[in-house]
């Protein structure tokens, strides 16, 4: 963020998770889901860039939908449709998985979504410059030092 002059600073990461039809839980490869892509571009701009890049490094196949469906029902429609384990977005992590679905973990590689705070590197007011401060001072590395964690190649925390 250099360019823009500004800071991020790590608030968290979600490890994703796949939903799939069937009873087995066990760990899925990142090479066997399938990740959404959905063509409202302004509405899912972030996501995509980042399933595009998931599936680029992984193997992870794509599936183009054109309504809205990567959280909510119409998520739980498409891996009902697919029959495929599909990654789940990090917008939809608080939503129950349907009694007739279940969530996997993924793994070879373990995909997260970082958060980050993001502030004027330069703030000259102490408050928000305390605020920052102590909005991130207790964040951990939250997994993303874990060697299995895959992050895309633009994530500000990816290690190299």
């Keep these: 963020m250099r360019d823009e002059d500004l800071d991020a600073r790590l608030l968290g990461a979600d490890r994703l998770y796949a939903v799939s039809t069937g009873t087995s839980t066990e760990p899925v490869h990142t090479r066997d889901t399938v990740v959404l892509i959905d063509a409202d571009e302004v509405s899912w701009s972030s996501w995509n860039r980042w399933a595009a890049a998931l599936a680029e490094e992984t193997g992870a196949g794509t599936v183009a939908v054109s309504d809205g469906g990567i959280t909510g029902p119409a998520f739980f429609d498409h891996v009902r449709r697919l029959r495929r384990p599909v990654v789940n977005c990090p917008k939809g992590q608080t939503t129950p998985v349907p009694a007739d679905l279940v969530a996997r973990p993924i793994t070879r590689p373990a995909p997260y979504w970082t958060w980050s705070l993001v502030s004027r590197r330069n703030e ?36 190299t």
């Design 124 to 159: 000259r007011r102490p408050a928000v410059r305390a605020l920052v401060a102590a909005l991130t001072r207790s964040v951990d590395g939250c997994g993303l030092d874990n060697p299995d964690a895959w992050l895309p190649p633009d994530d500000p925390y990816r290690v």
